[in-house]
Nanobody
Framework: QVRLVESGGDLVQPGGSLRLSCTAS????????VAWFRQAPGKIREGVAC????????MYKDSVKGRFTISRDYAENMVHLQMIDLKPEDTAVYYC???????????????????????WGQGTQVTVSS
């Protein structure tokens, strides 16, 4: 498994912005698809965004399109999730994940399913509230 660490979660007001970061220890993220999931209390973990290792290989959950942007920082071995216009329904623990062995370098065409990924971070809390 890959050890992942998320950061950047915080309490923000509706309409605010946050940037989440994901980094890996002793593993380069460059060649693997990396995804962000989130889990709100009492709800199942859901896929939010994914970035593959090819240009333009990204996918987003419909409700975050136009508000969230996933990107890579190759120099820092990080994947970021920039979130703008945050809504209360975005409140959740956000996790980054990758699985170079099963998922590989491309975002899954059939969509993001948590069962496909084996390496997870500890999560970072995002709370959107006034």
């Amino acid at each position: 498994q890959v050890r992942l660490v998320e950061s950047g979660g915080d309490l923000v007001q509706p309409g605010g912005s946050l940037r989440l970061s994901c980094t890996a220890s002793r593993f380069t993220l460059d060649y693997s698809a990396v995804a962000w999931f989130r889990q709100a209390p009492g709800k199942i973990r859901e896929g939010v965004a994914c970035i593959g290792n090819r240009i333009n290989d990204t996918m987003y959950k419909d409700s975050v399109k136009g508000r969230f942007t996933i990107s890579r920082d190759y120099a820092e071995n990080m994947v970021h999730l920039q979130m703008i216009d945050l809504k209360p329904e975005d409140t959740a623990v956000y996790y980054c994940t990758t699985d170079p062995w099963s998922v590989g370098p491309a975002c899954p065409q059939r969509g993001l399913k948590s069962a496909d990924f084996s390496s997870w971070g500890q999560g970072t809390q995002v709370t959107v509230s006034s």
